[in-house]
């Protein structure tokens, strides 16, 4: 059976990996990832388009100088976006998304095995810990940096824009991200917790084994031959 602090701090890591888990599914479940302002012109009018979306589902507003407005518009985002390089990004953000949330379900199952168990010297102990925070970090941030560069440098916004409202012409964006985007930030702080709580109880461990050892290294030659 593991000591009681070895079960105190991996069960702590399982509760920040846990953590991580329900953000994750929160930003999966959540629309509030950007909203982007764009302002166009058609034939008649012109005025702004309101786009909020998030990984799957979004809502578009419409809001004129002069001229009868659309209504407000719910849309699937990649049933929206079509055959496209934007679709593409945008499903490869959402994979590297899914990987993360995996690799931090196996972090919980892996910390909390560790708090009832001893599989130190395998991959099921520490290691493989460290192994499933990391690769849920770098998961989280890829998918991160490919939904930015999606929605700065390919134009995703204004490609939904333009399936949504196909007679306007955008003249200018601007994108504010929400809090389904930033939360990924706690996703790699909960991460990064989860990581050090177990280096922790590394360094204890050791220390203890060190302790453990002083009483021989400095008793009397005699009384070890003894």
């Not at 070895?6 to 994750?24: A, P």
């Not at 490919?146 to 601007?174: A, I």
């Given at each position: 059976?593991p000591?009681?602090?070895?079960?105190?701090?991996?069960?702590?890591?399982?509760?920040t990996?846990?953590?991580?888990?329900?953000?994750?599914?929160?930003?999966?479940?959540?629309?509030?990832?950007?909203?982007?302002?764009?302002?166009?012109?058609?034939?008649i009018?012109?005025?702004?388009?309101?786009?909020?979306?998030?990984?799957?589902?979004?809502m578009?507003?419409q809001?004129?100088?002069?001229?009868?407005?659309?209504?407000?518009?719910?849309?699937?985002?990649?049933?929206?976006?079509?055959?496209s390089?934007?679709?593409s990004?945008?499903?490869?953000?959402?994979?590297?998304?899914i990987?993360?949330?995996?690799a931090?379900?196996l972090?919980?199952v892996?910390?909390?095995?560790?708090?009832?168990?001893?599989?130190y010297?395998?991959?099921?102990?520490p290691m493989?810990?460290?192994?499933?925070?990391?690769?849920?970090?770098?998961?989280?941030?890829?998918?991160?940096?490919?939904?930015?560069?999606?929605?700065e440098?390919?134009?995703?916004?204004?490609?939904?824009s333009?399936?949504?409202?196909?007679?306007?012409?955008?003249k200018?964006?601007?994108h504010?991200?929400?809090?389904?985007?930033?939360?990924?930030?706690?996703?790699?702080?909960?991460n990064?917790?989860?990581?050090?709580?177990?280096?922790?109880?590394?360094?204890?461990?050791?220390?203890?084994?060190?302790?453990?050892?002083?009483?021989?290294?400095?008793?009397?030659?005699?009384g070890i031959l003894?």
């Amino acid at each position: 059976m593991p000591t009681t602090q070895k079960t105190l701090l991996f069960l702590s890591g399982f509760v920040t990996s846990l953590g991580s888990v329900v953000v994750i599914c929160s930003i999966l479940g959540t629309q509030e990832w950007v909203t982007s302002t764009i302002v166009f012109t058609d034939a008649i009018s012109n005025g702004t388009i309101v786009i909020t979306y998030g990984l799957f589902r979004g809502m578009s507003a419409q809001d004129l100088n002069e001229g009868l407005q659309d209504l407000d518009k719910n849309f699937e985002v990649l049933g929206t976006l079509g055959n496209s390089s934007q679709k593409s990004l945008h499903l490869v953000a959402v994979i590297f998304l899914i990987l993360s949330l995996g690799a931090s379900v196996l972090s919980s199952v892996f910390t909390f095995y560790n708090s009832i168990s001893n599989p130190y010297q395998t991959f099921l102990g520490p290691m493989g810990v460290y192994t499933w925070n990391g690769l849920s970090a770098s998961f989280v941030f890829l998918t991160m940096l490919l939904f930015v560069g999606n929605t700065e440098s390919n134009h995703l916004s204004e490609e939904l824009s333009q399936k949504l409202y196909p007679d306007t012409v955008n003249k200018r964006t601007t994108h504010t991200y929400g809090y389904s985007f930033w939360l990924i930030l706690l996703v790699i702080l909960l991460n990064i917790v989860t990581v050090v709580i177990i280096i922790f109880y590394q360094k204890a461990r050791y220390q203890q084994k060190q302790e453990q050892r002083k009483p021989l290294e400095y008793a009397p030659r005699d009384g070890i031959l003894f």
